[in-house]
């Protein structure tokens, strides 16, 4: 392969806020990057540059609310459908003809609803570490699932969760990553402290939990449910690192019910941080999908010979201020 393509930054104004792109390759083909709680456009750092030489135009936002994007300050500014506008103006800011989403975790139930939703045309989905909110739906009432979703309630109760999370800098950020994690060496120091720095930002902690109090209190869940659970046309790639401790691999099974074209791959021994955890072997997975060519189990991607598709990259290198272009010169309007 080529030299690696560099990451830029960049804002964009969208859906009346501006977020914070991180941006790879050039091109009309967009494949637009979700992340999760508590990231930021960074948990993509391995698979930006694999996708620009891929054909694509890579984003990886900063979702409303986390790191540089603008960060609204009632709840109800984390709707469910709030965040599918952001998608929708994210990819009409872009210009590109065609699009494929690219999903972890918060991110990943956002591109699943849209998928649903068709607020825009996707040419592909790529979803990773959460379940169909129809599996969900049903998972959840088993006592086991209910159990490891107890931060979903945590996150109802007003303040506290801001409080604990963000005791001594944020340490409770960089813990959720290293303690989950099956491969400890994945998330060094360096790399917990851009997730630190950006969670002690002012409010920045209460618009990450806020995405879960609109979706419960705020009953943007519930009014997705009665909107009911169309199939998705879209063909599907789902990754799934199958020692996630807060989704079983359980709430995968019956997936296929609700997806026409569906492929899924899991990952043993991986945690919920699949992209940063095993980015040789997810990034194997994408470029077979994505090319048309037969999607590997884990168990047959030669690691050693993966590694040219998931660089190491200077994990402070391109979040220097002086990497970010200014508003002035980079701003996209929608």
Same mark, same amino acid.
């Given at each position: 392969m080529?030299?690696?393509?560099?990451?830029?930054?960049?804002?964009?104004?969208?859906?009346?806020?501006?977020?914070h792109?991180?941006?790879?390759?050039?091109?009309?083909h967009?494949?637009l990057?979700?992340?999760?709680?508590?990231e930021?456009?960074?948990?993509?750092?391995?698979q930006?540059?694999?996708?620009?030489?891929l054909g694509?135009?890579?984003?990886?936002?900063?979702?409303?609310?986390?790191?540089?994007?603008?960060?609204?300050?009632?709840?109800?500014?984390y709707?469910?459908?709030?965040?599918?506008?952001?998608?929708?103006?994210?990819?009409d800011?872009?210009?590109?003809?065609?699009?494929?989403?690219?999903?972890h975790?918060w991110?990943?139930?956002?591109?699943?609803?849209?998928a649903?939703?068709?607020?825009?045309?996707?040419?592909r989905?790529?979803i990773?570490?959460?379940?169909h909110?129809?599996?969900?739906e049903?998972?959840?009432?088993?006592?086991?699932?209910l159990?490891?979703s107890?931060?979903?309630l945590?996150?109802q109760?007003?303040?506290?969760?801001?409080l604990?999370?963000?005791?001594?800098?944020a340490?409770a950020?960089?813990?959720?990553?290293?303690?989950?994690?099956v491969?400890?060496?994945?998330?060094?120091?360096?790399?917990?402290?851009?997730?630190?720095?950006?969670?002690?930002?002012?409010?920045?902690?209460?618009?990450?939990?806020?995405?879960?109090?609109?979706?419960?209190?705020?009953?943007g869940?519930?009014?997705?449910?009665?909107?009911?659970y169309?199939?998705i046309?879209?063909?599907?790639?789902?990754?799934?690192?199958?020692?996630?401790?807060?989704?079983?691999?359980?709430?995968?099974?019956?997936?296929?019910?609700?997806?026409?074209?569906?492929?899924?791959?899991?990952?043993?021994n991986?945690?919920?941080?699949?992209?940063?955890? &095993?980015?040789?072997?997810?990034?194997?997975m994408?470029?077979?999908?994505?090319?048309?060519?037969?999607?590997?189990?884990?168990?047959?991607?030669?690691?050693? &010979?993966?590694?040219?598709?998931?660089?190491?990259?200077?994990?402070?290198?391109?979040?220097r201020?002086?990497?970010?272009k200014?508003?002035?010169?980079?701003?996209?309007?929608?």
């Amino acid at each position: 392969m080529s030299d690696t393509p560099p990451i830029a930054h960049e804002f964009v104004q969208a859906n009346g806020l501006r977020f914070h792109v991180a941006t790879c390759g050039e091109g009309d083909h967009l494949a637009l990057c979700l992340h999760g709680f508590p990231e930021c456009w960074y948990s993509w750092r391995y698979q930006l540059p694999l996708l620009a030489e891929l054909g694509y135009r890579a984003w990886a936002p900063d979702l409303r609310g986390y790191g540089q994007t603008d960060r609204p300050p009632r709840r109800e500014d984390y709707a469910i459908e709030r965040l599918l506008d952001d998608v929708a103006a994210l990819i009409d800011a872009s210009g590109a003809r065609s699009t494929i989403l690219v999903a972890h975790d918060w991110g990943a139930i956002v591109a699943w609803y849209f998928a649903m939703r068709r607020q825009r045309p996707l040419e592909r989905l790529v979803i990773m570490n959460v379940p169909h909110p129809a599996v969900i739906e049903r998972a959840i009432r088993r006592p086991r699932q209910l159990l490891r979703s107890w931060y979903v309630l945590f996150f109802q109760i007003p303040g506290l969760p801001e409080l604990l999370m963000g005791a001594q800098r944020a340490r409770a950020i960089g813990d959720a990553f290293r303690n989950m994690a099956v491969d400890k060496r994945r998330f060094p120091d360096e790399v917990l402290q851009v997730y630190r720095d950006n969670a002690v930002a002012p409010g920045a902690l209460t618009a990450m939990a806020n995405y879960y109090r609109a979706f419960v209190r705020g009953g943007g869940g519930e009014r997705q449910r009665r909107l009911g659970y169309p199939i998705i046309e879209v063909p599907t790639l789902m990754i799934w690192g199958e020692c996630d401790t807060a989704l079983g691999k359980e709430t995968t099974y019956g997936t296929d019910a609700w997806v026409r074209d569906l492929t899924l791959r899991y990952l043993p021994n991986v945690s919920h941080w699949v992209q940063q955890e &095993a980015p040789e072997v997810v990034n194997a997975m994408l470029t077979a999908w994505l090319t048309g060519q037969s999607v590997p189990e884990a168990g047959d991607v030669q690691v050693a &010979a993966a590694r040219s598709n998931a660089r190491e990259i200077d994990p402070l290198a391109s979040v220097r201020a002086g990497d970010t272009k200014s508003p002035a010169e980079s701003d996209k309007v929608v």
